[in-house]
């Protein structure tokens, strides 16, 4: 009677190796670190409970695997983000800005405005632009995360696509470029020059502040240049900002600014031709996920 020899462990080794690639997919679909964190070490059980004889190609595998609880997550959260209050903006990297060289040395971040797009999707569409745009996954691979056909797949990507661009906000300057509008930006609203801060707001301007309920501040999205102007100078001239100092910053890659002291918070910008187009507001401190060097 033959032996049955027993399946081969789960190599930990191998596993590791694909970690941060998993994460990063898992922060792409989810927007938050910690949910992307807690989602892979999932995969990692399963993992170990699956043995690698029963795996062909790993990262396919845990791709699989990973998208699955990414979607069963994003199922969930609509439920619990419909009940936060205010607007809700994904967690943001905070990295010191170096100059110049920062453009060669910056993480391979998603940026804010992107994310915010991507939460208007419906968790089918977010995975599967997610899995097939970002990381091209096959659109075979990809039913097999949601569970549907390959055109039901192409499908959910193409007004995924379709939706993103529709709501997208412009955004197409290089990092120095941002430095330089986002500067403009800082020193209209630290004079109160509202003609100045015109010419550094696109028209259709749009800024979005996630406080969480810790921290007061704009419940809806302000759209529009004056709007957004006299906001910002508001702001940078009330009591609140006493004693807050101001540092230049990546935010999840992109130009701008850090803010120290009894307030705390990140400010993120999107730019193009020459303008502002989105400002992003990050101030629930469970969200800034900031730099030692900061």
Known sequence: MSRRIPPMPPSAEAFEAERPHLVSVAYRML???????DVVQEAWLRYTRAGDDDIRDLRAWLITVTGRLCLDVLKSARVAREAYTGQWLPECFVDPDAGPAAQAEQRDEVGLALLVVLER???EQRV???????????YGEVAAVLGTSEATAR??????????AEGGIRHNADLAEQRRVLAAFIAAVDSGDLQALAAVLAPDVVAISDGGGF???????????????????????GQRMEGVVL??????GTAGIWAGG????????TVADGRITGLFQQLNP??????DLL
Do not use: M, W, Y
């Open 121 to 123: 999707l419906s968790p």
């Open 262 to 269: 009894p307030v705390r918070g990140a400010l993120g910008v």
């Open 155 to 164: 499908q959910h990507a193409a007004r995924g696509r379709r939706a993103a």
């Open 215 to 237: 921290t007061s501040t704009a419940l809806r999205p302000i759209v529009g240049a004056d709007k957004v102007a006299r906001f910002f100078v508001g702001i940078r001239h």
């Open 286 to 291: 469970s969200k800034l996920l900031v730099s």
């Open 128 to 138: 599967a632009l997610v899995l097939h745009d970002a990381f091209a996954v096959p």
């Open 31 to 37: 927007g938050s670190v910690a949910e992307a964190q």
């Open 247 to 252: 540092k230049p910053a990546l935010i999840n």
